[in-house]
């Protein structure tokens, strides 16, 4: 098993920057490509950004790209998502997950979830 917990969300204005972490424990998280995805009511579960496992390959949502960086800090078991320039349109329950095979896009693609953290950006 490989326990995942998210931390950093918030409550920002639009135009602002929040830093997004996931904590890994359990299994070698150094094997594993990490994700992010977000959810809000009503939509489907929306693919963020993913990263390999040394870091040397990020994957971005159109939506994303150029204002959101994905990076991991193997020594301390993190994968990171920093968020500029944020829009309300962000605004969601952010999961971090492991990627386990297929489509990095793909939330079937992964099989361990965290719990989500809230982010909100107020117009």
């Known amino acids: 098993q490989l326990q995942l917990v998210e931390s950093g969300g918030g409550l920002v204005q639009a135009g602002g920057s929040l830093r997004l972490s996931c904590a890994a424990s359990?299994?070698?998280?150094?094997?594993?490509?990490m994700g992010w995805f977000r959810q809000t009511p009503g939509k489907e579960c929306q693919f963020v950004a993913a990263?390999?496992?040394?870091?040397?390959?990020?994957y971005y949502a159109d939506s994303v790209k150029g204002r959101f960086t994905i990076s991991r800090d193997i020594a301390k078991n993190t994968a990171y998502l920093q968020m500029n320039s944020l829009k309300p349109e962000d605004t969601a329950v952010y999961y971090c997950?492991?990627?386990?095979?297929?489509?990095?896009?793909?939330?079937?693609?992964?099989?361990?979830w965290g719990q989500g953290t809230q982010v909100t950006v107020s117009s």
């Open positions: 997950a492991a990627f386990a095979g297929g489509s990095i896009y793909s939330k079937t693609s992964y099989d361990y």
């Open positions: 359990g299994r070698t998280f150094s094997r594993y490509y």
């Open positions: 990263i390999s496992w040394s870091g040397g390959s990020t």
